[in-house]
């Protein structure tokens, strides 16, 4: 059974930082474009980033760009997403996402349909 299995969120301030993990089991992700999206109440689900499976491509939501940054560890079957500077309007539940099928070199899609695997979930609250 695959499962992605978030963690590292929690309340912040503004301007704090956290890292969030997303560890991946019942097979291997290595090969597939992984990413993490976020979902404020009341809001419909959002990319946020995204990386190819050789991490030689990343992309970002406009309104992360420069504060957040993704990475992976394919030996941990793992992705990461490290928060820097973070404002009121981050406040979101954060999913982690996978590809079922292997991709290209540079391939990390936006596009929620991309992705077949999803996690539970970790709560993001950053304070004013």
């Known amino acids: 059974q695959v499962q992605l299995v978030e963690s590292g969120g929690g309340l912040v301030q503004t301007g704090d930082s956290l890292r969030l993990s997303c560890a991946a089991s019942g097979r291997t992700f290595s090969r597939n474009a992984m990413g993490w999206f976020r979902q404020a109440p009341g809001k419909e689900r959002e990319f946020v980033a995204s990386?190819?499976?050789?991490?030689?491509?990343?992309a970002y939501a406009d309104s992360v760009k420069g504060r957040f940054t993704i990475s992976r560890d394919n030996a941990k079957n793992t992705v990461y997403l490290q928060m820097n500077s973070l404002k009121p309007e981050d406040t979101a539940v954060y999913y982690c996402?996978?590809?079922?099928?292997?991709?290209?070199?540079?391939?990390?899609?936006?596009?929620?349909?991309?992705?077949?695997?999803w996690g539970q979930g970790t709560q993001v609250t950053v304070s004013s």
């Open positions: 996402a996978a590809d079922d099928y292997s991709s290209g070199y540079y391939y990390a899609p936006s596009s929620r349909d991309a992705y077949d695997y």
């Open positions: 990386i190819s499976w050789s991490g030689g491509h990343t």
